[in-house]
């Protein structure tokens, strides 16, 4: 018979394999939304310009998207400003240093917290979703919870009074980096009482953890003029204008596509294993920041990126859930049932597939780096079809329509990418300060005009306002030059039906359509065209409020408050 010991090597290859294979993905992220761009067009105006020039039309989406998540796009800027890279590997470059630091954290603290064996941690790091999809498209998650997830881990492997300050030093520029992570705290406070227990000790060493993680945030924020009361008042207003109403099993289905269900499914005998060792401390520190983290944002959890910080909580009762089921006396035809029906979840086809920022599964991960592939590989062609466009426009005025968040914001990041500068676009067309932003490059300008309105949830019932009123006062300043129209290619479908004009941009953008993808697409616009787009603005919307008496109803509930303005 061939020994466990004999054995290890052969599961850590198997393991190894299985790593590559299903992380792989993570070598190729992909812009995901407009909320992606803005960090690298936010790090490229604080290195090549003015940060003003992000949004000069609405200040608070200048604000929420720079202050709110400062940290990020500081770390962002470093790269693209003294390293030179260019944006998209900027981005790339920050979401790779996240993982390493998400990982590496949580492999130390479950380590430390379980002391399982290091394949054990590995196989259940591997079998989580989340670790990994998190990485495959750009965001802000990944490097703040890897940064957090570091200081807790430092706060477990050293107890010296400097590693409190650096391990606050660190979390501090997490939560810079995104404010969510300010609601681990706590749980770096229980980390220091399993520590030092009830003592002078342990005060000294939460009060060198909170004065380093304030005083860092504090600092880089006074630099920017702001306060950490202003972030905070930032975030809750934009998620005032959002008002988004989330059915209440999108939080709990997050959390399974987060952990997976091998995960939720070792979960459960971990907690139990642990309440029968009454090891209290450590099911406070387990269960507790979780708890915490998922009340705070009752209904709020949109995304499953957004549970990033919960990962080494959530691998760790995994774990002690894997050493409850491979522990001696355990029934071996339970441990061969268990290891079949993770074989199943794992290999069976994938399903049912969630479409929120990517194809996440419940079943058939085994297969799902060939359907992220083909998703990075649509949208990287979605936000690229902008760049070749704008690449190949020679001409001395032009003007680029969006309507729509991704649009507005891709065009916007591709045109600085390209060489283009911004300028002030209501100096030199009065008319088109309220509604356009101005770029060029030599003796090209492109008047970029921004239809869609940032955070309102009635902003497709502003299209039609905005374009007949500032936006044809603008063209006609302009002199009525080439119009060339971006959005994406469902809403031109719906706008224009039978009449929808052709090109090759669109053409293109029917063979990367799928239900699992909805490209960008450009048509350059007749007179005819943009004459009568107001008119398909108020039939699509009217059409879809018809079909969405939902929406009417929250409307009146709820009506919208335009004030764009910043915070102060």
């Known amino acids: 018979m061939v020994s466990n010991t004999a054995m290890k090597?052969?599961?850590?290859?198997?393991?190894?394999?299985?790593?590559?294979?299903?992380?792989?993905?993570?070598?190729?992220?992909?812009?995901?939304?407009?909320?992606?761009?803005?960090?690298?067009?936010?790090?490229?105006?604080?290195?090549?310009?003015?940060?003003?020039?992000?949004?000069?039309?609405?200040?608070?989406?200048?604000?929420?998207?720079?202050?709110?998540?400062?940290?990020?796009?500081?770390?962002?800027?470093?790269?693209?400003?003294?390293?030179?890279?260019?944006?998209?590997?900027?981005?790339?470059?920050?979401?790779w240093i996240g993982f390493v630091c998400l990982a590496g954290g949580s492999y130390v603290l479950v380590r430390r917290w379980t002391e399982a064996p290091?394949?054990?941690?590995?196989?259940?790091?591997?079998?989580?979703?989340?670790?990994a999809e998190t990485g495959f498209f750009y965001n802000d998650n990944m490097l703040s919870a890897g940064l957090a997830t570091l200081s807790l881990a430092l706060l477990t492997v050293s107890a010296r009074p400097l590693a409190s300050v650096a391990a606050g030093a660190l979390f501090g520029y997490a939560v810079l980096a995104r404010t969510d992570?300010?609601?681990?705290?706590?749980?770096?406070?229980?980390?220091?009482?399993?520590?030092?227990?009830?003592?002078?000790?342990?005060?000294?060493?939460?009060?060198?953890?909170?004065?380093?993680?304030?005083?860092?945030?504090?600092?880089i924020l006074a630099a920017f003029g702001l306060t950490p009361v202003t972030v905070l008042r930032i975030a809750a207003h934009a998620v005032a204008l959002w008002r988004r109403q989330t059915p209440w099993e999108i939080q709990p289905t997050s959390i399974a596509l987060f952990a997976g269900p091998i995960g939720v499914g070792l979960a459960i005998p971990g907690v139990t294993r642990l309440v029968r060792q009454r090891r209290f401390h450590l099911l406070a520190l387990l269960l507790g920041a979780p708890l915490i983290y998922n009340v705070v944002y009752l209904n709020k959890v949109w995304e499953v990126r957004q549970l990033a910080p919960l990962t080494p909580f959530f691998l760790s009762m995994a774990v002690v859930g894997l050493q409850t089921l491979l522990a001696p006396g355990v029934d071996r035809r339970l441990q061969a049932a268990a290891a079949v029906l993770a074989a199943l979840v794992l290999l069976s086809p994938p399903a049912p597939v969630f479409l929120a920022e990517g194809p996440h599964t419940l079943v058939g991960r085994a297969w799902t780096p060939v359907a992220w592939r083909r998703w990075q590989e649509a949208s990287r062609w979605s936000f690229g079809s902008i760049g070749r466009f704008v690449a190949a426009d020679t001409a001395p005025l032009s003007v680029i329509l969006t309507d729509y968040w991704d649009g507005d914001r891709y065009t916007h990041l591709q045109l600085q990418e390209h060489g283009f500068t911004p300028f002030d676009v209501g100096a030199?067309?009065?008319?088109?300060?309220?509604?356009?932003?101005?770029?060029?490059?030599?003796?090209?300008?492109?008047?970029?005009?921004?239809?869609?309105?940032?955070?309102?949830?009635?902003?497709?019932?502003?299209?039609?306002?905005?374009?007949?009123?500032?936006?044809?006062?603008?063209?006609?300043?302009?002199?009525?030059?080439?119009?060339?129209?971006?959005?994406?290619?469902?809403?031109?479908?719906?706008?224009?039906?039978?009449?929808?004009?052709?090109?090759?941009?669109?053409?293109?953008?029917?063979?990367?359509?799928?239900?699992?993808?909805?490209?960008?697409?450009?048509?350059?616009?007749?007179?005819?065209?943009?004459?009568?787009?107001?008119?398909?603005?108020?039939?699509?919307?009217?059409?879809?409020?018809?079909?969405?008496?939902?929406?009417?109803?929250?409307?009146?509930?709820?009506?919208v408050d335009p004030d764009l303005s910043a915070i102060r």
């Open 428 to 559: 030199a067309y009065p008319a088109c300060a309220t509604v356009a932003e101005g770029f060029q490059r030599g003796g090209v300008r492109v008047i970029h005009l921004r239809l869609h309105t940032p955070f309102l949830r009635d902003s497709a019932a502003r299209l039609a306002p905005r374009l007949e009123g500032p936006g044809r006062a603008c063209l006609a300043q302009a002199g009525t030059p080439n119009v060339t129209y971006v959005t994406m290619i469902s809403w031109m479908d719906r706008l224009f039906g039978p009449d929808e004009p052709h090109g090759a941009w669109i053409d293109q953008a029917r063979r990367v359509q799928s239900p699992q993808f909805d490209p960008l697409a450009g048509v350059r616009l007749t007179p005819a065209l943009l004459a009568q787009l107001p008119a398909d603005y108020r039939r699509a919307n009217l059409a879809f409020l018809r079909s969405r008496p939902d929406v009417v109803a929250r409307l009146r509930a709820h009506p």
């Open 181 to 219: 992570c300010l609601l681990l705290a706590p749980a770096a406070a229980l980390i220091l009482w399993r520590r030092e227990g009830t003592s002078w000790r342990f005060v000294g060493h939460c009060a060198a953890f909170g004065l380093a993680s304030a005083g860092l945030a504090s600092a």
């Open 118 to 131: 290091p394949l054990q941690v590995l196989l259940v790091m591997v079998l989580t979703p989340g670790l």
């Open 9 to 95: 090597p052969v599961g850590a290859v198997v393991l190894a394999a299985a790593a590559l294979w299903l992380f792989s993905p993570m070598l190729t992220p992909a812009h995901v939304e407009g909320f992606t761009a803005s960090i690298g067009s936010i790090a490229l105006h604080m290195t090549h310009d003015q940060l003003a020039n992000y949004d000069r039309l609405f200040p608070f989406n200048l604000q929420f998207f720079a202050f709110s998540r400062l940290g990020t796009n500081l770390f962002v800027a470093l790269l693209v400003g003294p390293l030179g890279l260019p944006a998209e590997w900027a981005l790339r470059l920050a979401m």
